[in-house]
């Protein structure tokens, strides 16, 4: 037989063996190779890095220190007094009660105070209840009236070299609608309480923040308290429209006084303390982020004409259009690591147990991974009310045009009504609404001006569209965390709510960052500071039921402005010692 040899043979076979072993490897590295790609191509690695996500670490949002009795010579005995005496209480009652009596509301559409004294004169009334009630105030403190009606109070410190700290509420709140009068429970202005809750327009929105300051600043000039850092307290009289005749004139004021960035801190109306749904617990929300406001006006000229020979489509119908296109286009949500938002649900996922690990994990890589971002901007968008706060919110408000049945429109103007998210500027907004309009502008030959520029001809005789900028305001700066003026915040609400409102509670109250939806008067006060706090730390089970803020039966739980006197009273002095950045960390 011819053959190989026998050890050729046997080395033949060696071959065949390692041939079909490196054959194996090969295949088995392509289906590795494979399995990376669609791994690393697909969600799965992505998924992968939210699994492996460490959950120990608590520095991305620390705890502050508790600060207070140890902080200044004071024994508790005025605290416990405020939160808990009867007498107290009811001469409190008695206070709030009667300012709510004094009715201040305001509509949005009001000249000027010098242009028409006749129509602001209710607060003259206001102004009198205020120097009769609280006359350790007016009589101690300097007090200026700006534009009038604006209130501003000096309390001089001790030491001229520390930025003062400023105090803000509002004199004025929302009418009551005519209509509603009946569906109110005690009239709107007679400031009820019924032992548990004060009743009124004005009891939660913010009556309640302007007497609590005044309260607490009695009770440390009684004291014979002098502060070292200097107090300024201001009271605007139009925030419900806007703060133009008020806030605006106050801020100016101030500046002209003190000059830029040269306020510690700014602590107006917002948010309290309340139960987290994600951690279920208790929490505190000063909002250091204020969402932007635009309004945008567009107008259509047409031709008039005969509306028995209309043409295919009507100014009408081509308003119409573009309001379609535009609903169709809703803005996205999102949450940058700036954003305050994201900061809130990382305190509330590294300091609770009782947010499920996968949430915490996609919480903490929100900031930079996409992925996570995604999964948590689609739980937020499920909250009724966060979803709110992520997103731009674009809501079509007014449409006016058309006179006759048998006559063409000539003119349709529509308002557009625009809430900035923290993540994208009136620029932006006003670019998009401008393309949709040269999209339908286009179609049907017009001719487009925006924001007074002419940017399409048209065919001259079709018609025009206009688009204008009519109220702009981009949102606020925010306003940081990481500092000492933050840490007085969080650290008095501590030591109060923990040692005297909710003494035993098991865990420490940690402080979270939060956006307002809406805007307050601090608009006008961004150049004095950058540490602006929007926080009433009252405590509130259920904000909307709690108050029914700007609705009928306006009410407040009458423990929350007593929580409200003794957060002053001691945070006034916690200021005023930590402000000589002695004991800072
Ligand atoms: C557009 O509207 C603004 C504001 O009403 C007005 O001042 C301007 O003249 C209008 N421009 C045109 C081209 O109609
Ligand atoms: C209040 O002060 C008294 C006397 O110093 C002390 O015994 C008590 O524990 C204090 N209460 C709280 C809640 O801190
Ligand atoms: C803030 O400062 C800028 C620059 O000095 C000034 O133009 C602006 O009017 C000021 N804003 C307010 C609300 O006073
Ligand atoms: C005033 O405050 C400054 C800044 O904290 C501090 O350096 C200074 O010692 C204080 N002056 C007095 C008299 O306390
Ligand atoms: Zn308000």
Redesign the pocket.
């Known amino acids: 037989m011819l053959g190989l040899p026998e050890d050729d043979n046997e080395r033949w076979v060696h071959l065949k063996q390692r041939l079909l072993q490196r054959k194996k490897l090969v295949i088995v590295s392509i289906i590795v190779i494979v399995h990376l790609i669609l791994f690393f191509s697909t969600n799965a690695f992505g998924y992968f890095k939210i699994l492996i996500q460490p959950t120990g670490d608590k520095s991305i949002c620390p705890i502050a220190d508790s600060i207070g009795?140890d902080w200044f010579p004071d024994?508790?005995?005025t605290i416990?007094e405020i939160l808990q005496d009867e007498m107290f209480r009811l001469k409190s009652v008695e206070k709030l009660s009667r300012a709510v009596q004094v009715d201040t509301q305001i509509g949005d559409e009001h000249p000027n105070v010098p242009d028409a004294p006749e129509v602001w004169t209710k607060f003259e009334k206001f102004h009198k209840y205020l120097e009769k009630t609280f006359p350790i105030v007016y009589e101690n403190l300097e007090v200026e009236k700006i534009n009038t009606y604006g209130l501003l109070f000096t309390w001089k410190g001790k030491n001229a070299s520390l930025k003062p700290l400023l105090l803000m509420a509002h004199q004025d709140t929302v009418p009551v609608q005519a209509d509603t009068l009946k569906d109110w429970t005690y009239p709107p202005f007679e400031g009820h309480y019924d032992g548990e809750y004060i009743y009124g327009r004005g009891a939660s929105d913010c009556k309640n923040v302007l007497v609590a300051i005044l309260e607490s600043l009695e009770i440390l000039i009684g004291k014979n308290y002098t502060p070292e850092r200097s107090i300024i307290v201001s009271f605007g009289f139009d925030e419900e429209a806007n703060g133009r005749y008020g806030a605006e004139y106050l801020a100016t004021q101030l500046e002209k006084k003190l000059g830029p960035n040269s306020i510690h801190a700014i602590i107006d109306e917002g948010p309290g303390l309340s139960v987290d749904a994600l951690s279920n617990r208790i929490i505190a929300t000063p909002a250091t982020g204020e969402k932007g406001s635009l309004n945008l006006g567009v107008e259509l000229t047409t031709p008039g004409g005969h509306s028995s020979m209309p043409p295919d489509h009507t100014s009408i119908g081509i308003v119409s259009e573009l309001a379609y296109f535009l609903e169709q286009n809703p803005y996205g949500s999102d949450l940058s690591a700036e954003n305050p938002m994201l900061k809130y649900l990382q305190c509330a996922a590294v300091h609770s147990d009782e947010v499920p690990t996968l949430s915490k994990k996609a919480i903490l890589r929100a900031g930079f991974d996409k992925l996570a971002k995604s999964k948590v901007l689609e739980a937020l968008t499920k909250n009724p009310v966060a979803k709110y706060v992520i997103k731009t919110t674009q809501a079509l408000d007014v449409i006016r045009g058309g006179e006759k049945f048998n006559a063409l429109p000539e003119n349709v103007k529509l308002v557009i009504n625009f809430r900035l998210n923290v993540e994208s500027t009136p620029e932006q907004v006003k670019q998009k609404v401008l393309d949709y309009v040269l999209t339908v502008a286009d179609k049907h030959n017009l001719g487009v001006t925006g924001f007074g520029k002419k940017i399409r001809k048209g065919d001259g005789k079709s018609g025009y569209f206009n688009v204008t900028s009519l109220h702009e305001l981009p949102a606020a700066p925010v306003s940081p965390t990481e500092i000492s003026a933050w840490d007085e915040l969080a650290g008095t609400t501590r030591y109060v709510y923990e040692?005297?409102v909710f003494?035993g509670l098991g865990y420490p109250i940690i402080s979270a960052p939060v956006v307002m939806p809406a805007n307050t008067d601090t608009a006008h006060y961004w150049n004095l500071t950058k540490n602006i706090y929007r926080y009433t730390p009252g405590f509130l089970s259920n904000a909307v039921k709690d108050t029914r803020i700007h609705s009928v039966d306006e009410r407040l739980p009458f423990d929350n402005h007593l929580q409200l006197v003794s957060f002053l009273y001691e945070y006034l002095q916690v200021v005023s010692i930590h402000a000589s950045d002695t004991k800072t960390k």
Do not use: G, K, L, T
């Open positions: 009795a024994d508790n005995s416990i040692n005297f003494p």
